[in-house]
């Protein structure tokens, strides 16, 4: 066949054609990765994606595409393919030693905030397990005369973390420590997050395959029964809360009693009513206090 009698292939397409692919894989989200991939692949925004759905596609683009349409057919997560993910409307850089952030863990960011009467108020904000900085950065632009520590144990993860809070303009009101939890640091915070590790290591091979193989291990392996991360953070706790501070914690699924119980245990702490639930109705994020 003549050039001139090929095929023409639109944009619009290559989207649909993306969108049956994924589907016949089994991916759920079909359209919104197709579209996702259809972006980076062209690297324009969502508004020229739309004004070119009748145009005829790159060939340069098509091949391109057909490369990332492999990968998220052999499992590869989206945000892994183009490298960062939204979170709190914010864009994070991911690395392989960061978890890509999750739509649940917003709870933990709207659990703090909703302890924090007056958001102009001085804050020392202590990030446990800090990944991507997305937890943290969350957090400061809601809280514009707050500043912040980034702990994690990879050096790698903290170096992802720099990198988005730079790109937020948010770097000079943050410190970064590489060091295992609170031991690596003092003094006193009034506001503490941590997303720890809270999967049991038998459940691990349970995961979907997007999570289990390419997520940290680190950041996922809570020990034989999830809580190891837990009990270490209650003995911190106690040692780095401010007296009037508050602590948030995101939980796993079926955790609240378990981890309730650790904070019991304490002997200093106390858990402030219920932990609040994500959009699924799950309770994710406990919220912690100096027992007065």
């Not at 969502?46 to 145009?55: E, F, M, Q, T, V």
Request: glycine fraction near 8%; include cysteine.
């Amino acid at each position: 066949m003549s050039a001139a009698l090929a095929p023409r292939i639109t944009y619009g397409d290559l989207r649909r054609g993306a969108v049956h692919l994924l589907r016949e894989a089994g991916i759920e989200s079909a359209e919104a990765d197709a579209r996702l991939l259809l972006l980076h692949a062209g690297k324009f925004d969502a508004a020229k994606l739309i004004s070119l759905d009748r145009d005829e596609a790159d060939e340069e683009l098509i091949e391109v595409y057909d490369r990332l349409l492999l990968r998220r057919t052999s499992g590869v997560p989206v945000a892994r393919i183009v490298g960062e993910k939204e979170f709190w409307s914010l864009r994070f850089a991911l690395g392989s030693e960061t978890l890509v952030p999750r739509p649940e863990t917003e709870t933990v960011v709207e659990a703090a905030l909703a302890t924090i009467e007056d958001r102009q108020r001085t804050l020392r904000i202590l990030d446990l397990g800090a990944g991507s900085g997305a937890i943290l950065a969350a957090l400061l632009i809601e809280l514009p005369n707050a500043t912040g520590v980034a702990l994690d144990k990879s050096e790698g993860a903290l170096h992802v973390a720099r990198t988005n809070l730079r790109n937020l303009s948010l770097d000079r009101r943050v410190s970064y420590i590489c060091g295992d939890w609170a031991s690596a640091i003092s003094g006193t915070f009034d506001l503490i997050v941590s997303n720890p590790p809270y999967i049991a290591s038998k459940e691990l091979a349970l995961l979907s395959p997007e999570v289990r193989d390419h997520d940290p291990r680190l950041a996922l392996d809570g020990g034989h029964d999830g809580l190891d991360a837990y009990r270490v953070i209650m003995n911190e706790l106690c040692e780095r809360l401010a007296t009037d501070g508050t602590a948030v914690l995101e939980l796993g699924q079926g955790q609240e009693e378990a981890v309730s119980v650790l904070v019991r245990a304490s002997g200093k702490l106390a858990v402030e009513g219920e932990a609040r639930r994500d959009l699924a109705g799950i309770p994710r994020a406990l919220v912690i206090h100096v027992k007065r």
